[in-house]
Structures are given as C-alpha cells and as structure tokens.
C-alpha cells in the first residue's frame, strides 16, 4: 500500500506549487524570492566551497523571519571540526529554527576536518543532538561522481536505518535531470534494493540551454543531456528558455507504481527566481512546451 505521503500518478501535480527552491548563502536573492515564490515553502541554502558557515546562519534567520521555511545545505567536507558542526547545527536550531538540513559531502577532493562523508556526521549523533527532525540527502540518477551505484545505495540504506532508529525523516533529493526516464530507472534502483525513502525530484528551472548546458557539466550530468541538445536542435539555437516540462510530463505519464515514492518537487532556479516561480505558476496553463509558444509567437 502507498503511503499517506507517497502519492499515486494522478497526484504529483498537486506537489508542483508547493516545490521547494533552493538559493545562495549570501541571501541577497530573499528579494527577488519573496516577489516571486509565497512565504511556507521550503527554501534551500547552497553550501559552496569556501563558503563560511556564519552566513549560512545569517540568511537561514533572514529566511525565517520571512516566513520561508529554511533548509541549510551542510557541506560534511567542508566542517573544519566537530565544534565547528556543533555551533553551526546548535545556532541554525536556535536562532532560525531550522529542523530540516540538507547533508552533502561537499566539493572539495580533500575534508577540511573530520568529517569525510555524510556517514561520518550521520555517526556524530549531532544531528539528534540538536534536535533535527529530518534529513535531505542527495540522489544522482546520471551517477555519482565518485561512488558507483551499488556503494551508493548502501549509503542511502544506512541513512534509511538511521532514520528508523532514530524516529529521524530521511528523504533523497535528486539532481537535476533533462528527462524523466533516469529518474525513474533511479528510484526503480531504489526500490530493488529495498530503500524505501521518499523522493524529492529536482527540477531544472527555466533557463537558456547554454545556462543549463554550463551547469549540466559542472554538476555531472551525463546522459540526458541528448534530451536538451534535441530541444535545441527543434528551434536552433535560439535564446530561448527551456524548462522542466518534459520531465514533469514524463513522471505524470508513467505508472504510478514507478512513482510512488516521489513526495516533492525541488527547483534548481539556474535562470533566477522569477523564471523558477513564473514556470510554477503557469506551468499547467498551456499544452504547450515553452519552446514551441515561443517558435509560434516568432512566426
């Protein structure tokens, strides 16, 4: 039986207005962010190589003041200590209220401190320490960069025994995708394996396929990035924004079974937040793709 918070086919739109968005540390986008998205959401807060962790705290207490539910990524490579975890998950808590975060290895080849993986933070007990009730961790349907599947699930299923020792909610979220069939052969992976996580789906914003091109290198993504040349190539290569739309489409058109564990959307706004939250908005008013509403109006 599908669980309360695992919806069928037939109700993944439904999960669509309320997408999470992620944004940078540096918080100068809460303006464009409150003109564009309604405050409750859940909003995401990058952790970039260097960043310092102090003004991951600064824009998480801006975003809840906001009314904006912040969600810190935490960077594991990027703690130089275990104090400097503990500060940085005792002051989130207390000072923003935050009690989901988003744990990722982090980009850098080499840990700044102990912690070399999220198992290593998952092995701390910090997180139950400061009272986190729920931990994102991330998916890669094109592959990780430096775990091969099998190693990765294990990982997910550790994080998976964590939450049920722990009375933690643990969920994936995946990276962005051009189409939906990686998606869907990444959670069929999962549920192969007995790993039955909620999913929350990436989504790649509107964007100009050379915008989206740049961020598809740098993030890894590998095999559906013929999906994104095949739009180019049915317009040239116009200066057009491209969206999610044939991701979504295909999610809504497969077998609900297939779909199950999805529990969310996340929208990686690579060509801003206001093309992020007018995609939302109109997302499901016109059949249309937006490359062929915009071949149209050029006719």
């Not at 092995?123 to 349907?141: D, W």
């Not at 939906?180 to 192969?192: H, K, V, Y």
Request: hydrophobic letters at 45%.
């Amino acid at each position: 039986m599908t669980a309360p918070d695992q919806p069928c086919c037939s109700e993944l739109a439904a999960l669509l207005p309320s997408a999470s968005v992620e944004i940078s540390s540096n918080g100068r986008q809460l303006p464009e962010l409150h003109e564009n998205f309604a405050p409750g959401i859940d909003v995401t807060i990058t952790f970039l190589p260097g960043d310092n962790y102090r003004h991951n705290i600064e824009t998480a207490i801006a975003l809840r003041h906001a009314g904006f539910n912040p969600v810190p990524h935490i960077a594991a490579r990027e703690m130089v200590s275990r104090p400097a975890l503990d500060d940085f998950l005792a002051r989130l808590r207390g000072e923003a209220a935050v009690t989901r975060i988003l744990l990722i290895a982090g980009d850098v080849a080499a840990a700044k401190g102990p912690f070399k993986s999220t198992l290593d933070v998952c092995a701390s007990g910090l997180i139950e320490a400061h009272g986190i009730t729920r931990v994102s961790l991330a998916g890669h349907p094109e592959g990780h960069p430096f775990l091969e599947l099998p190693d990765a699930l294990k990982v997910l299923a550790t994080w998976r025994d964590w939450g049920r020792q722990t009375n933690k909610r643990v969920d994936a979220v995946t990276q962005f995708c051009f189409e939906s069939t990686p998606i869907l052969q990444w959670i069929a992976a999962l549920n192969a394996a007995g790993i039955d996580l909620p999913v929350i789906v990436g989504l790649a914003g509107p964007a100009t396929p050379a915008i989206l091109t740049k961020f598809a290198l740098r993030c890894g993504i590998g095999n559906s990035m013929r999906a994104l040349r095949s739009q180019i190539g049915r317009f040239g290569r116009l200066l057009i924004d491209t969206g999610p739309d044939d991701v979504v489409r295909g999610l809504l058109s497969a077998p609900a079974d297939a779909t199950a564990p999805i529990a969310g959307f996340h929208l990686f706004p690579f060509g801003g937040l206001r093309k992020a939250g007018e995609w939302l908005r109109h997302y499901d008013h016109d059949p249309l793709r937006p490359t062929e509403r915009a071949a149209i109006l050029r006719t």
